[in-house]
Structures are given as C-alpha cells and as structure tokens.
Nanobody, 123 residues
Framework: QVQLVVSGGGSVQAGGSLRLSCAAS????????MGWFRQAPGKEREFVAS????????YYADSVKGRFTISRDNAKNTMSLQMNSLKPEDTAVYYC????????????????WGQGTLVTVSS
C-alpha cells in the first residue's frame, strides 16, 4: 500500500506564498489520482485540489482557484501544492491524499491519507 509523507507548511503573512510537497512510496505512482484536503479549526475537512494520473487533469475548490496550483512529478513520486496570495482563511491543517476518482474528491473517495501539515496565515 502506498504511504504518503508531507513536507512544507509553516507560517506566513497574508499575501505570501508557501509550497507543500507529498512524497509517495510504493510502485505505480502514476496510476493514482492524488489530492489535497484541509481542515480548519472547528470545521470539517474539505477538498482543496486534485490531479489525475498523468497530471493533465486538475481540479480546484472555488476558494483556491487562481491562487493555488497542484502538480505532480511521476518520475519522482511526488506531488506539490503551490499556494500563492494566501489569506487568513487558508489557515488549516493540510493533508495529502490518494483517491481513484477524477475530478473533485469527496472524503469518501480517499483511499490513503498522508499526515497533516499546519499552514498558518496571519493578517
């Protein structure tokens, strides 16, 4: 079974940028759909972005569209989330996920979760 290790995150002021990375172990990385979710304090975990196997298809939550970019490198078994123009409402724990669904993922579509990483955006 694939295992996911998340790196990146931290604290930044509003308008700043951060980059999250997710490294996957195991074979057949390019056969997985992958995505990012986040969970703010007191709120439910929500979909942020997803990317299909080859990387050609990408999907974003409306709240991050135009500011966040998801990408993957199948040769290196990694996926990234570049977050620009960060807002205080982007503050959350971010999770990497594997799911075999093209398009926006629901929680029930996730097969494997990575550990979370905290992103804090101050105003």
């Amino acid at each position: 079974q694939v295992q996911l290790v998340v790196s990146g995150g931290g604290s930044v002021q509003a308008g700043g940028s951060l980059r999250l990375s997710c490294a996957a172990s195991g074979r057949s990385f390019s056969s997985y759909g992958m995505g990012w979710f986040r969970q703010a304090p007191g709120k439910e975990r929500e979909f942020v972005a997803s990317i299909w196997r080859s990387g050609a298809s990408r999907y974003y939550a409306d709240s991050v569209k135009g500011r966040f970019t998801i990408s993957r490198d199948n040769a290196k078994n990694t996926m990234s989330l570049q977050m620009n123009s960060l807002k205080p409402e982007d503050t959350a724990v971010y999770y990497c996920a594997v799911g075999q669904k093209i398009g926006a993922m629901a929680l029930g579509d996730v097969e494997v979760w990575g550990q979370g990483t905290l992103v804090t955006v101050s105003s």
